[in-house]
């Protein structure tokens, strides 16, 4: 009885022994696969702050080029501009008045 307590304790205790090991190396599988992730997620996220500070400069130039717009589309607007674009590219003059135009 002795020789067959002795038998099933070793058993036992090879088999917790193989047990843990395959614990062990399960959570170490575990840890491994969550540290590549980890590292990918970091990347990514990395990859994604880059593509939104762009994006806020975009943002940012945009509206300095609306505010030029809206800029140029108030001085459009002035009785001096129009003059002046339809004296320039038109050739008009105000009645009575005499154009001088220099020889080339």
Known sequence: MAGTRRRAAYRRRNQNHFSMFLVTLVVVMIMVVVAVKSVDLRQKIQTKEQ???????QIQAEKERSAQIEEFGKEI????????????????????????????
Do not use: H, M, N, P
């Not at 004296?87 to 008009?92: N, P, T, W, Y």
């Open 51 to 57: 593509e939104a500070q762009q994006l806020e400069d």
């Open 77 to 104: 607007q002035t009785k001096g501009y129009i003059e002046s674009v339809a004296r320039e590219k038109l050739g008009l003059v105000y009645e009575g008045e005499i154009l001088f135009k220099e020889e080339k």
